[in-house]
């Protein structure tokens, strides 16, 4: 599952995606653990899109019912705070990297008394509107043309 935020192009997109054990990602914690990728184009970082897209997977998660999300960064990555921001923890360091993970049955990790929900496709950020989207391919990896290239 995906999201992508749009400001007239796709400026940034986020997706969860299930790995076997046998080929894990570097912030993969189990099979039943889905790893979150994000990124938003240069341009229109520090505009809170980055909130929008995290904030509408984590909902998406809780439609599904996943039990936790994990995703990996480097320590000196700016989007840590993000990540902190909205409950995720470190829990290991591999090669350097640290792998995090966010609980999503703790209601407290992003204020929401509930622990379910649907994903929210239309939010607006300055003019920006996240919506859901394909973001993969059918083998599942990530696929955003737009963003290609772009080191978003």
Same mark, same amino acid.
Request: proline share 7%.
């Given at each position: 599952?995906? $999201?992508?935020?749009?400001? *007239?192009?796709?400026? %940034?997109?986020?997706? #969860?995606?299930? /790995?076997? @054990?046998?080929?894990? =990602?570097?912030?993969?914690?189990?099979?039943?653990?889905?790893?979150?990728?994000?990124?938003? $184009?240069?341009?229109?970082? *520090?505009?809170?899109? %980055?909130?929008?897209? #995290?904030?509408? /997977?984590? @909902?998406?998660?809780? =439609?599904?019912?996943?039990?936790?999300?994990?995703?990996?960064?480097?320590?000196?990555?700016?989007?840590?705070?993000?990540?902190?921001?909205?409950?995720?923890?470190?829990?290991?360091?591999?090669?350097?990297?640290?792998?995090?993970?966010?609980?999503?049955?703790?209601?407290?990790?992003?204020?929401?008394?509930?622990?379910?929900?649907?994903?929210?496709?239309?939010?607006?950020?300055?003019?920006?509107?996240?919506?859901?989207?394909?973001?993969?391919?059918?083998?599942?990896?990530?696929?955003?043309?737009?963003?290609?290239?772009?080191?978003?």
């Amino acid at each position: 599952m995906g $999201v992508v935020a749009e400001d *007239g192009p796709p400026v %940034g997109a986020a997706w #969860l995606r299930l /790995l076997p @054990e046998q080929d894990p =990602g570097y912030g993969s914690v189990d099979e039943e653990t889905p790893e979150l990728s994000i990124g938003v $184009v240069p341009t229109h970082r *520090g505009r809170g899109i %980055g909130s929008l897209l #995290l904030e509408a /997977l984590i @909902e998406a998660s809780r =439609g599904q019912r996943y039990a936790a999300l994990s995703l990996s960064g480097e320590p000196d990555n700016p989007a840590r705070r993000l990540y902190e921001r909205h409950g995720f923890q470190v829990i290991d360091t591999v090669d350097g990297s640290l792998t995090c993970c966010w609980p999503a049955d703790d209601p407290q990790r992003d204020g929401s008394a509930s622990g379910q929900g649907t994903l929210c496709c239309w939010s607006a950020c300055a003019g920006v509107v996240v919506r859901e989207g394909d973001v993969t391919s059918s083998r599942g990896e990530a696929r955003v043309p737009a963003l290609a290239g772009r080191g978003g």
